[in-house]
């Protein structure tokens, strides 16, 4: 018997990786990912992300079964026997690197392994709804969600986004992985606008505390910042006064700080931005977002916005799985080509495009201009 036992068991196929074929992950099968610098005048598709697996990357767990080839975390996970083949276990603690490994660009067979170990190591974790607690933030405004997103960044998400946007050092790793972000992002635009800017006028449209406004006003812009939230336009007229107080030269023009929902700003701009402010919108309502930005750029329009790809895609699924109290707002990846498609409808092409993508933060930025 125990002889007819064993030849059983040595005619077992291994089963397939979760779906995965392991010839997938042999060949470390992936999409790259487009980090087009150039100035490139249209995409032929969204952005794809993703980095070649390199065998001097740092190395991540993923779930191997029948001893298909794999990578494995540096600190030795758990390992279980089963039938012979050996399986490598995700623990709760593997999460993160998992996490930087789909927002850095590792393979899709690496994503679906990486989020499939995590499902494994979900038993020992207490996940809740994302569509549950965001019907619930909408219950007290109507059902009304961009009035969800003004009380979200009036209350409770404006201390985590005030830290995040600013210079405390009480911001965990997530977080200043965000920041770092976020500024390279803006880094990034003003590397696309001229150094003096008198004369020039600008609208911010969600200015949030003024990331992007107040460095150009006082490179002498006349800036009309805006934000849905009060107390976050509020927090940008502060640094602002702040910045004036610490010895930078005061603009000709003072800049305007503003509470307004993006469809109330009103005026003639040479340049009109509107950064990372897009995830708050869904795809039905980016066309007329993006048409309202155009109606109000004389020449230029700076817009970004998180991507839509199947990396980015997973990235977000895992956050929402792993809720804060002030991380509950909706958050929407749109594709590239539909954005472009909604700008080359109000009237503008784009010149440049770049991305900026960190482990936690990710946004496709493009400057337009007026056809």
């Not at 997103?149 to 210079?167: C, H, L, S, T």
């Not at 708050?280 to 109000?296: E, F, K, Q, T």
């Amino acid at each position: 018997m125990r002889y007819l036992k064993k030849d059983i068991s040595l005619k077992r196929p291994p089963k397939p990786l979760f779906g995965v074929r392991p010839s997938l992950l042999r060949t470390g099968y992936h999409h790259h990912h487009n980090n087009n610098t150039n100035n490139t005048p249209k995409a032929k598709s969204s952005s794809m992300f993703s980095l070649p697996v390199s065998a001097s990357s740092p190395q991540k767990i993923v779930v191997v079964q029948g001893g298909a080839p794999g990578r494995t975390k540096s600190s030795s996970p758990t390992s279980k026997k089963n039938n012979g083949c050996t399986r490598s276990v995700a623990s709760v603690s593997a999460v993160p690197s998992i996490i930087a490994d789909l927002a850095d660009g590792s393979s899709v067979a690496t994503a679906v392994a990486g989020v499939a170990a995590i499902g494994a190591a979900g038993a020992a974790l207490v996940l809740s709804d994302p569509e549950k607690r965001r019907a619930s933030m909408m219950e007290t405004t109507g059902g009304d969600e961009a009035a969800s997103v003004r009380d979200y960044f009036d209350k409770v998400g404006f201390e985590r986004w005030q830290k995040i946007y600013g210079e405390t050092d009480e911001v965990n790793k997530v977080q200043l992985d965000i920041r770092q972000g976020h500024q390279q992002t803006v880094d990034k635009i003003l590397d696309w606008l001229p150094e003096n800017m008198e004369g020039m006028t600008v609208c911010d449209a969600g200015a949030g505390t003024g990331s992007l406004a107040i460095p150009l006003a006082l490179r002498g812009a006349g800036v009309s910042a805006s934000d849905i939230s009060a107390s976050m336009i509020g927090e940008a007229e502060t640094r602002y006064k702040q910045s004036i107080e610490a010895g930078a030269k005061a603009p000709a023009v003072a800049p305007k700080f503003e509470a307004l929902g993006l469809e109330e700003c009103s005026g003639e701009y040479d340049v009109v931005s509107c950064i990372d402010v897009m995830i708050h919108y869904p795809d039905d309502r980016v066309s007329a977002m993006v048409a309202h930005l155009a109606s109000l750029s004389k020449k230029k329009l700076i817009v970004s916005f998180a991507p839509k790809t199947l990396a980015y895609s997973v990235l977000k699924r895992i956050g929402e799985l792993f809720p804060g109290p002030s991380k509950a707002t909706r958050a929407y990846l749109h594709d590239e080509g539909e954005v472009e498609a909604a700008l080359e409808k109000a009237g503008f092409r784009v010149t440049r495009r770049q991305m900026t993508a960190t482990s936690f933060y990710f946004s496709r930025i493009l400057e337009c201009e007026r056809v």
